[in-house]
Structures are given as structure tokens and as C-alpha cells.
């Protein structure tokens, strides 16, 4: 009797568990034809982690076992803007993928950063112009990780 009690309560704790109704429309709709702009942006390079060092010459070292390592075929971003060029989607990344939300932009002659945040999110992507990198980010930490690299500061890179 107390295994099929318990038995019971199993069964019914896995049927509430999957009756729950999904929470799929958190977020508004996006209109796509307030999106007139497309702009490809080309990716030549990856970052990647590993744990011990690797000794390439195709690697480039951005230290704490982080590299930018080229990828095996050519490929672009594609994303979509707003005619003043404050907002974009994202609409083929093969690379760097992550959420798909309606990003602010931040452009320079450097780098684009598409950003995104709520009260509950921080997430974005970072394009280098003159690397041709593309980096995806959930957090204010990882973001700052890839901004405090060497290669990718301003000042680092004004000298050169």
C-alpha cells in the first residue's frame, strides 16, 4: 500500500510538472518593416577558452587561456536596422549566437555592440571591426572581459 501511495504522488507531482502553462510570450513581438537597413558584418576570427596554453601561429594569445582563432570557412553576420541606426535585430549569425531580441546600438569606428536589457537580462553582441571577431555576452562581466583585453582597448590600440 505505501508504494502505490507513494507511486501516486510521483505520478501526480510529474503531471503537475508538465501541465504548466509555457511561458513563451514574455516579450512583444517585433515589427520587421521598421527594419530597413541590412548590413553584413564578416567574421574572420573566434574567440575561444582552453585550459593549458597553445603554442600556433594562427592563434592570436589574448591572455588567461583566452584566443582569437580563425574560422574554418568565411562567414558573415547579418543584421537589420532602423534607418537612424539605434535599433537592430540579428538575422544570421552563425558563430557567435545568442538571444534573439531587438538590440541598441552602439557604433564607432572601432567596434559595434548591440545590447540588450531588462530587469532581469544583460545580453548583447560585440563585433571588432578591425579583427573581424564577433562575441556573444549574458552579462555585464563577460562583457567587460572582452572589453579589457588589450587588443580591443582604444588606447592599446591608438598606439599602433
Same mark, same amino acid.
Given at each position: 500500500?505505501?508504494?502505490?501511495?507513494?507511486?501516486?504522488?510521483?505520478?501526480?507531482?510529474?503531471?503537475?510538472?508538465?501541465?504548466?502553462?509555457?511561458?513563451? +510570450?514574455?516579450?512583444?513581438?517585433?515589427?520587421?518593416?521598421?527594419?530597413?537597413?541590412?548590413?553584413?558584418?564578416?567574421?574572420?576570427?573566434?574567440?575561444?577558452?582552453?585550459?593549458?596554453?597553445?603554442?600556433?601561429?594562427?592563434?592570436?594569445?589574448?591572455?588567461?587561456?583566452?584566443?582569437?582563432?580563425?574560422?574554418?570557412?568565411?562567414?558573415?553576420?547579418?543584421?537589420?536596422?532602423?534607418?537612424?541606426?539605434?535599433?537592430?535585430?540579428?538575422?544570421?549569425?552563425?558563430?557567435?549566437?545568442?538571444?534573439?531580441?531587438?538590440? +541598441?546600438?552602439?557604433? +564607432?569606428?572601432?567596434?559595434?555592440?548591440?545590447?540588450?536589457?531588462?530587469? +532581469?537580462?544583460?545580453?548583447?553582441?560585440?563585433?571588432?571591426?578591425?579583427?573581424?571577431?564577433?562575441?556573444?555576452?549574458?552579462?555585464?562581466?563577460?562583457?567587460?572581459?572582452?572589453?579589457?583585453?588589450?587588443?580591443?582597448?582604444?588606447?592599446?590600440?591608438?598606439?599602433?
Amino acid at each position: 500500500m505505501k508504494r502505490f501511495i507513494l507511486s501516486l504522488v510521483f505520478v501526480l507531482v510529474a503531471t503537475f510538472g508538465f501541465a504548466q502553462a509555457p511561458r513563451m +510570450n514574455r516579450f512583444e513581438p517585433i515589427d520587421f518593416n521598421k527594419y530597413e537597413m541590412v548590413d553584413s558584418l564578416p567574421i574572420e576570427r573566434i574567440m575561444i577558452h582552453f585550459e593549458k596554453e597553445i603554442d600556433n601561429e594562427d592563434f592570436i594569445d589574448l591572455g588567461s587561456g583566452d584566443y582569437m582563432a580563425p574560422v574554418p570557412h568565411k562567414d558573415n553576420m547579418v543584421i537589420r536596422l532602423t534607418s537612424d541606426k539605434t535599433k537592430a535585430i540579428v538575422t544570421h549569425n552563425s558563430y557567435a549566437f545568442g538571444r534573439h531580441f531587438e538590440f +541598441n546600438v552602439k557604433d +564607432n569606428e572601432k567596434r559595434i555592440v548591440l545590447w540588450y536589457q531588462d530587469k +532581469n537580462i544583460y545580453c548583447g553582441y560585440i563585433y571588432d571591426k578591425k579583427y573581424k571577431v564577433c562575441k556573444y555576452f549574458e552579462s555585464k562581466k563577460e562583457y567587460n572581459r572582452f572589453m579589457r583585453r588589450p587588443f580591443f582597448r582604444e588606447r592599446f590600440n591608438d598606439h599602433k
